[in-house]
């Protein structure tokens, strides 16, 4: 267990906070995750992705998560805000690497749901197509689709983001 929490915690760390966990609740969050995995791994088939399979994971306990919070009486504005954090020494490179996960950020807000998910998967994650397919329990077909159209909308975003800037 100690093996699966070391290679894939920062994945599922990413994950959980894509799926909009707020930075104080996401080791609990990955915590979370790791439990249900060290329940359930005799389930794990061990011929798919662990990334794949991690990502179910993650989403249901992102899912509880999210309840969890709403019914605690937290505002929903706190699961899309988007925070970016670094240790850099050098303030002017931290200030453009915030800049460009904005940026990021605009674009995969210009995604529907459904390829906001595969591309950040298959082009941020590097998951393959069968992976991306697993995960989001889709057809292979269905997910190198809409992972072709993903990338042209992020594409037009990213085109119209930078007419904005230059403007």
């Known amino acids: 267990m100690a093996a699966w929490y070391r290679e894939h915690f920062a994945f599922v760390w990413r994950t959980l906070r894509r799926f909009g966990i707020p930075p104080q609740n996401l080791d609990d969050a990955v915590q979370d995750v790791f439990l249900v995995v060290q329940r359930r791994l005799i389930d794990f088939d061990r011929d798919s992705s662990a990334r794949a ?3 179910g994971v993650a989403r ?7 309840r969890k919070l709403a019914s605690q009486g937290r505002s929903e504005a706190a699961f899309s805000e988007y925070e970016h954090t670094t240790h850099e020494a050098d303030p002017e490179r931290a200030a453009l690497q915030t800049q460009a996960a904005a940026l ?14 595969v591309f950040i998967l298959a082009d941020l994650e590097g998951l393959s ?11 292979l077909n269905t997910a190198y689709a809409r992972l072709r159209a993903a990338r042209k909308q992020f594409e037009a975003a990213l085109r119209r983001e930078r007419a904005r800037a230059k403007e």
């Open 129 to 139: 197509g069968p992976e991306l397919a697993q995960a989001l329990e889709l057809n």
């Open 60 to 66: 249901f306990v992102a899912r509880a998560q999210r």
């Open 104 to 117: 990021v950020q605009r674009c995969l807000a210009a995604l529907d749901e459904d390829k906001r998910w």
């Open 53 to 55: 399979w991690l990502f």
